[in-house]
């Protein structure tokens, strides 16, 4: 496959689709989620502009099928063709756990297990696992969402402000070696999850997430 692959993790709604969307035209997509009728309505509007994918029906706190799927990437398509590529072209990590919002003092203990589970653990074997796959030339995607010290956003916040601290501290290390590594802050956009924080909300105002996975990219091109 001549192709560049896009490895999307959490690829079945919000700004992981509209990702998916917008690089299928220039890049094979590996897309990971959770639900499977999501995914496969995924793949046939990828299909209708030409692009194509491999489905991937997994939850990414699944270590074991992470690295799996992982290896059958490397197996598939092995190392790239060129000096510091790998299979992996971009990956664009946008699996998250967003926690019902609560008083620090009344969070519920499961949420709470969750949020560290989906928002952190499980980026100590993803970093380490894909990392190999992008080689030098690669790009890794994050998404900020600065809400850690909002009141109500305990569990959120503080899991995804460490899964950031974690991230820049790569992008940190990476700067001379590769892969890039992008910290990029979307817009705010009518999601699932927006909508769990923001119930009510007028959506109107709201950026559209296919416009903003367009944007967000043209900063790393």
């Known amino acids: 496959m001549d192709q560049k692959i896009a490895l999307i993790t959490g690829a079945s709604r ?14 094979h997509i590996v897309a990971v989620a959770r639900t499977t009728g999501a995914l496969e309505e995924l793949d046939d509007r990828i299909q209708a502009k030409g692009g194509s994918a491999t489905l991937a029906p997994m939850d990414v706190t699944n270590v074991d099928a992470m690295a799996q799927l992982c290896r ?9 063709s060129e000096a510091g590529a790998g299979p992996v072209a971009l990956w ?6 967003a926690a019902p919002l609560s008083p620090a003092s009344h969070m519920d203990a499961k949420d709470w297990g969750k949020s560290v589970d989906v928002n952190v653990t499980v980026m100590g074997a993803l970093i380490p696992f894909i990392a190999p796959l992008l080689g030098s030339d690669g790009q890794a995607l994050f998404f900020d969402d600065p809400q850690a010290g909002r009141k109500f956003f305990g569990a959120y916040g503080a899991t995804k402000a460490a899964q950031m601290a974690l991230v820049r501290s790569w992008a940190a290390e990476s700067v001379n ?3 890039q590594v992008h910290v990029l802050t979307p817009q705010p ?31 790393i091109r």
């Open 14 to 27: 919000g700004l992981g689709a509209a990702l998916a969307e917008a690089l299928c035209e220039t890049h």
């Open 72 to 80: 059958s990437i490397y197996d598939r398509w092995g190392p790239g």
């Open 92 to 97: 664009a990590h946008t699996a998250i756990h």
């Open 177 to 179: 070696t590769g892969p």
């Open 189 to 219: 956009m009518p999601t699932a999850t927006r909508a769990r924080f923001f119930p009510g909300e007028d959506r109107t105002p709201l950026a559209r997430p296919r416009s903003e996975a367009d944007r967000l990219l043209a900063q």
